[in-house]
């Protein structure tokens, strides 16, 4: 893999970052424990595939994930040929869209720097120097937990673990970074998952004989928040990667 050069217009956001709240919670003799252990991780995690084709392998495995991209994709193609779930289906699309938007909330307020290792230099580049968490790890874990019952669950979680540690073997996120990441899109995701349920039950008791006409209301709705939420996880680069 090619050597990346640091970008000059990302350096003052790399200062900025290294005075971040994270940071400054790092500080001290536990702080100093926990970083070190991190660090660790990371470096366990980068040992592993060391050959080039593994390594495009999971670059190209990962660039699937910026924005949520796999995972607003077969939400809307399970929505397309799906139609006797195609609320289930967009109800995933909005979880992922949430989840991608909380975690760039998250990061913005933590601002802590992705990893700079001389040894380990990042293998692909990313539009920002803000790591924590992972928007990877939490749209993933957002449409695992959204999805779990549409598709099988054990596929669907091992392809969102894969995609989250793809980001540390990159050299691009800590396994910290990850975990929260995982940890908060896997609660959007149920939450919204769980609301999305509960308009719809509340939807039939109400409706009633007029099924019809309120899975059209209901559909409606629907496309509309998923389109938001796929809007906002689209025309944003600050939680990538």
Known sequence: MRKLTPDPRLLPEAIDARRSLLARALH???GR???RLDLAGMRAVRSTARSQRATHAIVRFSRTGEHG???LGIGALGATVDKRRREDWLVGVAAVGAAYVANTS????ARRPRPQLRDLPPLIPTPTQLSFPSSHAASSFAAAAAFS???PTVPLYATATAMAVSRVHLGVHYPTDIAIGGALG???GTGVRAIGHGIAVRRRESW???GETGDKVATAAAVGTAT???SAAANTDIGAA
């Open 149 to 151: 019952p549409l598709l």
């Open 28 to 30: 001290g003799r536990s």
């Open 228 to 230: 938001v939420a796929a």
């Open 186 to 188: 896997w609660t959007v």
């Open 69 to 71: 991209a796999l995972w």
């Open 106 to 109: 998250v990061k913005q307020v």
């Open 208 to 210: 009633g004989d007029h």
């Open 33 to 35: 424990a926990f970083a």
